[in-house]
């Protein structure tokens, strides 16, 4: 692999996100394609990035640890 293959696939990687493409799809397209495959994704049709959904459960799990661990915190400065 030459040096601008690997300058091509790093600028491909925030590019391929930003448009809302798959990076390692795209990094592979451009290993393969070189410079033409990334002017193929500036063409293409852009999507917004997909945000990941996190399930209420751990939301609830999470906040009632993060509470825990302030009221914990507090306690020990008051026992001081």
């Known amino acids: 692999m030459d040096w ?3 300058i091509l696939i790093l600028l ?12 390692f799809r795209w990094a592979l397209y451009v290993y ?14 852009k999507k917004p990035p997909k945000i990941p959904i996190i399930p209420k459960w751990f ?6 640890r993060y ?7 507090m306690e020990k400065q008051f026992d001081k």
């Open 4 to 6: 601008t293959r690997l």
């Open 12 to 23: 491909s990687i925030p590019c391929a996100w930003a448009f809302g493409r798959s990076i």
């Open 32 to 45: 393969f394609g070189g410079y033409v495959v990334l002017i193929l994704l500036f063409l293409l049709k």
């Open 59 to 64: 939301l609830d799990w999470y906040n009632n």
């Open 67 to 73: 509470v825990n661990k302030q009221i914990n915190h």
